[in-house]
């Protein structure tokens, strides 16, 4: 191991011993460096490493603290690695993807206020109006689409299995899929699915809302697998297959 990985190890230890806790200013650098047993160069390398995995964050004037070290800014970083894979590989995301959100999707089912509800119905109706005009707007359509599924993954109960959903599939993925949906009546099943797990979370059925989730999931699987991912990127990030 390196020095500066050395270094990101001593940092990391003393916040998981306690020494430093989330939100906590660290040590002035000389200070750090001297306990650390390190240069100040050195040390600067592995805060700066240790800023780009959110662990830490400099604020400008006043020193290097520890973040709120949440499960959605740590694994934050994993929504560019499924941003970055192309066809099979990203057919391993979606596979991860719907052994994970079904089932965040029946504990949601118990979860759900009634302003959750009315939430998700709001984003449906925007939704299904957009549908029905000429040329789809893909934009509005990825992000209700991203907000609908947040969501839901939300009030499953665990913040870390909603963050590696969320995060599995964020917008870049979602735009590939909802710009691929070429064929006639795409966007339209796509809504029905929606719609199918908005009632059975409505219904506080959590079977029934798991069922309904790895349905459409599925459904996007099949949907890349058949047609490949050879849209071009849009804006935001992703472009390509039937639905989202």
């Known amino acids: ?13 003393m916040i998981v011993q306690g020494e430093v806790r989330p939100g906590d200013k660290l040590p002035v650098e000389k200070d750090l460096a001297e306990l650390l047993g390190v240069s100040r160069n050195t040390l600067r390398e592995a805060v700066r490493a240790l800023v780009a995995m959110r662990v830490l964050q400099t604020r400008q004037g006043d020193g290097t603290y520890v973040t709120s070290l949440s ?13 970055m894979h192309h066809g099979a590989d990203a057919q391993l995301f979606l596979h991860v993807r719907r052994l994970l959100e079904p089932e965040a999707t029946a504990l949601a089912a118990t979860r759900v206020t009634s302003d959750d509800l009315c939430r998700l119905d709001t984003l449906l109706t925007r939704a299904e109006v957009l549908a029905e005009r000429p040329a789809a707007d893909h ?8 907000e609908f599924h947040a969501l839901i993954t939300s009030r499953c109960g665990n913040p870390v299995l909603a963050a590696v959903i ?6 870049t993925v ?6 691929g949906m070429t064929e006639p009546g795409a966007i339209r099943r796509t809504l029905t699915e929606h719609r199918a797990i908005y009632r059975a979370l409505a219904a506080g059925d959590a079977d029934r809302a798991r069922l309904r989730a790895a349905v459409h999931i599925l459904g996007v699987e099949d949907a890349m697998a058949a047609g490949g991912e050879s849209a071009p990127p849009v804006s935001g990030g992703r472009s390509d297959v039937r639905r989202s």
């Open 166 to 171: 969320d995060n599995l599939s964020g917008r």
């Open 174 to 179: 979602r735009a590939r899929v909802w710009r």
């Open 71 to 83: 499960p959605g800014l740590l694994l934050d970083g994993m929504a560019f690695v499924s941003d």
């Open 139 to 146: 934009d509005a359509l990825v992000a209700i689409d991203q």
């Open 1 to 13: 191991m390196g020095v500066i990985d050395g270094t990101v190890e001593k940092i990391k230890q």
